[in-house]
């Protein structure tokens, strides 16, 4: 399907893709207010699904809730909206739900506070990178990992880590920039305390020397549902699951690093500010973790097949 064919759910009611548009001085895009989820589609035996549909629909409202936003739908409504999205546009490989203040406003907090909740259904690679110039080759089956060294500040009024907002997104692009130029592909952020924190889009985890598998606490990070879903994975397949605070150094001692995340599925670090991580990625644990997930999404594990939603019948 072309791009400008696909259809936005907005609001209840279906826009071509290149309509779909909020104006330039609307408060989302002037502050930083809109939330929003992205979730993954898949080929499976019984036709496309959509992996853990309730839990990002669940953590959409969520991340409303916790910036003060009202949606106005309820879960029901959005997860019905979502596959009829879906249906509407064959093909797609991810969904994304918005919610954004669309009025033009003055003031930091808005008068008119009614919330638009938008949903697009697509190919990414097809429908937007195919289109860019310059972008990062697909497939890689390692990535060089830099710490960024500035901290992440997480006051208490400041907008908490597990709502994924527009202005969370706006250091770590920065950061990621930076690294890029450097000649490393992705970036790690640490928190206030000095402790590993997450990616940008990805959720960090390492193996440790013993083989535990280890993930910083959920305090101060995205709640990732690829995350949490790994850690079941693990957990399922008999390795002992560590949730706790996680030092620098010891992401630099381990035996093996990787990221999580919708995009990235399970992604195994190969170097960590330009030193090599363990014997080499993938290391033994990472790559059957990925294999495992990999036919978890594909709809090829009957323990885990709950977690797929089929797009057709949405049951």
């Given amino acids: 399907m072309e791009t400008l064919e696909r259809q936005i759910w907005v609001d209840g009611r279906f826009v071509p893709w290149g309509d779909a548009t909020v104006h330039l001085l609307s408060h989302s895009l002037q502050r930083g207010s809109l939330v929003f989820d992205y979730m993954s589609v898949h080929p499976c035996p019984a036709g496309e699904a959509v992996f853990r549909l309730d839990e990002h629909v669940e953590r959409f409202l969520r991340s409303c809730e916790l910036t003060g936003l009202q949606p106005g739908l309820g879960a029901g409504e959005i997860r019905a909206a979502i596959l009829d999205t879906l249906r509407l546009n064959p093909g797609a490989r991810a969904v994304k739900v918005s919610g954004y203040l669309a009025s033009i406003e003055i003031d930091v907090v808005p008068a008119d506070d009614r919330l638009t909740v938008s949903i697009a259904a697509y190919d990414p690679a097809a429908d937007i990178t195919a289109h860019k110039p310059g972008r990062a080759p697909a497939?890689?089956?390692?990535?060089?990992?830099?710490?960024?060294?500035?901290?992440?500040?997480?006051?208490?009024?400041?907008?908490?880590?597990?709502?994924?907002?527009?202005?969370?997104?706006?250091?770590?692009?920065?950061?990621?920039?930076?690294?890029?130029?450097?000649?490393?592909?992705?970036?790690?952020?640490?928190?206030?305390?000095?402790?590993?924190?997450?990616?940008?889009?990805?959720?960090?985890?390492?193996?440790?020397?013993?083989?535990?598998?280890?993930?910083?606490?959920?305090?101060?990070?995205?709640?990732?549902?690829?995350?949490?879903?790994?850690?079941?994975?693990?957990?399922?397949?008999?390795?002992?699951?560590?949730?706790?605070?996680?030092?620098?150094?010891?992401?630099?001692?381990?035996?093996?690093?990787?990221?999580?995340?919708?995009?990235?599925?399970?992604?195994?670090?190969?170097?960590?500010?330009?030193?090599?991580?363990?014997?080499?990625?993938?290391?033994?644990?990472?790559?059957?973790?990925?294999?495992?997930?990999?036919?978890?999404?594909?709809?090829?594990?009957?323990?885990?097949?709950?977690?797929?939603?089929?797009?057709?019948?949405?049951?």
């Fill in 139 to 315: 497939g890689r089956e390692s990535v060089r990992l830099w710490i960024e060294k500035e901290r992440k500040n997480r006051r208490a009024d400041i907008v908490p880590a597990q709502a994924k907002t527009a202005a969370n997104y706006a250091s770590p692009m920065v950061a990621k920039a930076r690294a890029r130029a450097a000649g490393y592909d992705e970036i790690l952020l640490i928190d206030e305390f000095g402790a590993v924190a997450e990616g940008p889009t990805t959720n960090i985890f390492l193996v440790d020397r013993e083989g535990v598998v280890v993930t910083p606490s959920i305090e101060r990070v995205l709640l990732g549902v690829t995350r949490a879903s790994v850690i079941e994975i693990a957990r399922h397949d008999g390795y002992e699951v560590s949730e706790t605070s996680v030092r620098p150094d010891e992401l630099m001692n381990a035996a093996e690093v990787f990221l999580t995340g919708t995009t990235a599925g399970v992604l195994p670090v190969e170097s960590i500010d330009g030193q090599p991580i363990g014997g080499g990625a993938p290391g033994p644990v990472s790559r059957a973790l990925r294999q495992h997930f990999a036919r978890v999404v594909a709809g090829e594990d009957e323990d885990f097949v709950h977690w797929l939603t089929p797009v057709e019948r949405g049951d």
